[in-house]
T-cell receptor, first 113, second 114 residues
Framework: KQEVTQIPAALSVPEGENLVLNCSFT??????LQWFRQDPGKGLTSLLLIQSSQREQTSGRLNASLDKSSGRSTLYIAASQPGDSATYLCAASTQGGSEKLVFGKGTKLTVNP | GAVVSQHPSWVICKSGTSVKIECRSLDFQATTMFWYRQFPKKSLMLMATSNEGSKATYEQGVEKDKFLINHASLTLSTLTVTSAHPEDSSFYIC??????????FGPGTRLTVT
């Protein structure tokens, strides 16, 4: 059974700092891994999707990496801004196709001006 | 593109009543739709997976007779919480996936049962 863990549970940084959010998963037979952003009381916004054959994906100030062998993914946020404050969730898709996503509990990020 | 809507965004109902939540993919055809539930400070938990025109597949521990799912078309799925109780109060989120298997999430529905 796939389990996804995110560390830390909460993170507070000053504006402008670069930061890394960590995600680990127990079953390396994943199809893809996604990073999402969730604002309080809102749904999920997809940030990056990494296919199992890829090692990283980039979008603007965000870079996500995937290491299947070690069961880890990281989300790197460069030059953080107060608007980046949100909860970041990672989710692993463990079967082929549009199958189930297993979510971590998320990392609540606060970027202080 | 890839927009998913949910209606209503929030609902308050009395214990014992039923509530229907709609999930629509607005600009793509969703071969599969998923329903999740999220309790405060908890992870999203998958409740069920539905494919258009077939019965939903429920996760272990989710009562299929309590959470009725209908996926009548490639753009609409509904979740009906029957005989709701206060413990059903939660944030319900749907997602839809198309050909690329990437899931796109709706904005969620906050259900409060009094």
């Amino acid at each position: 059974k796939q389990e996804v863990t995110q560390i830390p549970a909460a993170l507070s940084v000053p504006e402008g700092e670069n930061l890394v959010l960590n995600c680990s998963f127990t079953d390396s037979a994943i199809y893809n891994l996604q990073w999402f952003r969730q604002d309080p009381g809102k749904g999920l916004t997809s940030l990056l999707l990494i296919q199992s054959s890829q090692r990283e994906q980039t979008s603007g100030r965000l870079n996500a990496s995937l290491d299947k062998s070690s069961g880890r993914s990281t989300l790197y946020i460069a030059a953080s801004q107060p608007g980046d404050s949100a909860t970041y969730l990672c989710a692993a898709s463990t079967q082929g196709g549009s199958e189930k996503l297993v979510f971590g509990k998320g990392t609540k990020l606060t970027v202080n001006p | 593109g890839a927009v998913v809507s949910q209606h209503p965004s929030w609902v308050i109902c009395k214990s014992g009543t039923s509530v229907k939540i709609e999930c629509r993919s607005l600009d793509f055809q969703a071969t599969t739709m998923f329903w999740y539930r999220q309790f405060p400070k908890k992870s999203l938990m998958l409740m069920a997976t539905s494919n258009e025109g077939s019965k939903a597949t429920y996760e272990q521990g989710v009562e299929k007779d309590k959470f009725l799912i209908n996926h009548a078309s490639l753009t609409l799925s509904t979740l009906t919480v029957t005989s709701a109780h206060p413990e059903d109060s939660s944030f319900y989120i749907c997602s839809a996936s198309g050909l690329r298997y990437e899931q796109y999430f709706g904005p969620g529905t906050r259900l409060t049962v009094t």
